[in-house]
């Protein structure tokens, strides 16, 4: 019998196993698989929460860009709209002056008496005439011209061409223009007459009524004044450059 201190052998059909590794704390890095997957929960999450405010932030500027796109598309049309409109008003207003202006071609002509002083006017085609020449009377030679038809010329219509042969001489004719002049109600300017020769006259611009801001022109007529007049400034144009540019007489 061997001794008692002795080790008993295994059994031969038993296979030798190491006792267990003795078993100390884990390391501190250490997570067990459940906490792993709750990392990797939180981790979806913030991403998650990341890409929905990516996606929501492009999304917003997006409907931004959309909404300043159509606001400027809108706002382009628009401005575009109202240049187009205004040029076709304009060019519309063009066309139609320089219909008007064609229109009182060929120029109408009005010739007075010789006891007058032969005076001629040319007038646009468009307008109309009224002329007493009886020679009675303070004014002897007293016409009217106006677009379409000649208004009473004590009414209110301001009529656009008055020619006066007065009786009465060119300082005294002149004398209300000048006290006008003084109150600062016109101003007096020299004027020759473009087709008569030497002769200088007088024109008045200004209130030359009572609340009537026109233009009146004076020229002596031997013993008598010659007075041209345009109640409107409407009607300045046509009085330069149509009446006063032909005008002619026998001084």
């Known amino acids: 019998m061997p001794p008692n201190n002795q080790p008993t052998a295994p059994p031969p059909n038993q296979q030798y196993q190491a006792p267990p590794a003795p078993q100390g704390p884990p390391p501190p890095d250490y997570k067990s698989a459940s906490q792993q997957a709750h990392d990797h929960h939180k981790l979806y999450l913030l991403l998650a929460i990341v890409f929905g405010v990516l996606f929501l932030g492009a999304a917003g500027f997006g409907v931004w860009a959309f909404i300043e796109r159509n606001e400027y598309k809108n706002e382009t049309e628009g401005i575009v709209a109202s240049e187009v409109e205004q040029a076709v008003a304009e060019n519309t207003e063009q066309l139609e002056a320089e219909f008007t202006e064609r229109e009182k071609e060929p120029l109408s002509s009005y010739s007075g008496p010789a006891a007058f002083g032969s005076v001629t006017v040319e007038y646009p085609k468009t307008w109309s005439a009224f002329v007493d020449e009886s020679g009675s009377g303070s004014t002897p030679l007293e016409g009217y011209f106006h677009p379409r038809f000649v208004p009473d010329p ?22 209300p223009f000048e ?69 002619e007489f026998n001084p």
């Open 179 to 247: 006290r006008a002049a003084n109150q600062g109600r016109v101003e007096i300017s020299p004027i020759e007459a473009e087709n008569v020769d030497g002769v200088l006259g007088t024109r008045v611009d200004g209130e030359i009524e009572r609340d009537v801001q026109g233009s009146v022109v004076l020229f002596e007529l031997r013993d008598k004044t010659l007075i041209l007049t345009t109640q409107s400034t409407e009607f300045l144009g046509d009085f330069n450059n149509i009446i006063l540019a032909n005008l």
């Open 154 to 175: 004590s009414g209110d219509t301001l009529i656009a061409l008055s020619v006066e042969v007065v009786n009465r001489t060119y300082d005294r004719a002149l004398q």
